[in-house]
């Protein structure tokens, strides 16, 4: 496909209980981020991938969030013993290089639909 | 400090006229300021962004006003259509080690443009 597609769109699940969210970048883009947007807010970042390595992390809540990206092209969002809390829009976005030498502008973020994730 | 401050949380106008969603800022590090636009449903969607050297940018009926001094910028939606009616939301970001570009972005800015 032409953009960031998602799946599923819709999750809904129960506490305690994991889940999988799956994110398929652009094709050819070796920068994969996670952001997650609750309601009325904007989106906040929680990791960003330089091809398969998790370059910047510092954005996931606790240790019950990982994500993977072991080819370097499709990203999992993992969330072990869901919580309320998690409930919100995950989003993924890519971007051509992800790197951004001094004084150029950084390339576009394209985002996907996202993944509502509801947890009962 | 991380944070990007946005106002208005929501705004009216008719169409033709002039929204203005302002946005500040307090980390003198960041340089660059990308304004995205998100539909129910969809994901947020690049409009234009600016860098701090730069005190204007227009790309059609969309205009960034950046203010280095006051760290403030503002977009500014010329002749607007009802079509406009999205969620805005301001955003920035700064280099880590030549890479990241994880944006840091404020809470929105629902606009509703009446026919």
């Known amino acids: 496909g032409a953009g960031v597609s998602q799946t599923p769109s819709n999750k809904v699940t129960e506490k305690g209980k994991y889940v999988e969210l799956r994110c398929d970048p652009i094709?050819?883009?070796?920068?994969l981020y996670w952001y997650r947007q609750s309601l009325g807010q904007g989106p906040e970042f929680l990791i960003y991938?330089?091809?398969?390595?998790?370059?910047?992390d510092s954005g996931l809540p606790n240790d019950r969030f990982f994500a993977v990206r072991p080819e370097g092209s499709v990203s999992t969002l993992k969330i072990q013993r869901t919580e309320r809390g998690d409930s919100a829009v995950y989003l993924c976005?890519?971007?051509?290089?992800?790197?951004?030498?001094?004084?150029?502008?950084?390339?576009?973020?394209?985002f996907g639909p996202g993944t509502r994730l509801t947890v009962l | 400090q991380q944070q990007v401050k946005q106002s208005p949380q929501s705004l009216i106008v008719q169409k033709g006229g002039i929204p203005i969603i302002n946005c500040a800022y307090e980390?003198?590090?960041?340089?660059?300021f990308p304004w995205y636009q998100q539909f129910p449903g969809k994901g947020p969607a690049l409009l234009i962004a600016?860098?701090?050297?730069?005190s204007e940018k227009k790309e059609g009926r969309f205009t960034i006003s950046f203010n280095k001094s006051a760290k403030q910028f503002s977009l500014h939606i010329m002749d607007s259509q009802p079509g406009d009616s999205a969620t805005y939301f301001c955003?920035?970001?700064?280099?880590?080690?030549?890479?990241?570009?994880?944006?840091?972005f404020g809470t929105g800015t629902l606009l509703a443009v009446q026919p």
């Open positions: 976005a890519s971007s051509s290089t992800g790197l951004r030498p001094l004084g150029l502008v950084a390339d576009t973020q394209y």
């Open positions: 600016i860098r701090p050297d730069v």
């Open positions: 955003a920035a970001s700064y280099i880590i080690s030549g890479a990241t570009n994880k944006l840091i």
């Open positions: 991938f330089q091809g398969t390595g998790a370059a910047d």
């Open positions: 980390n003198t590090a960041f340089d660059y």
């Open positions: 094709s050819g883009h070796t920068a």
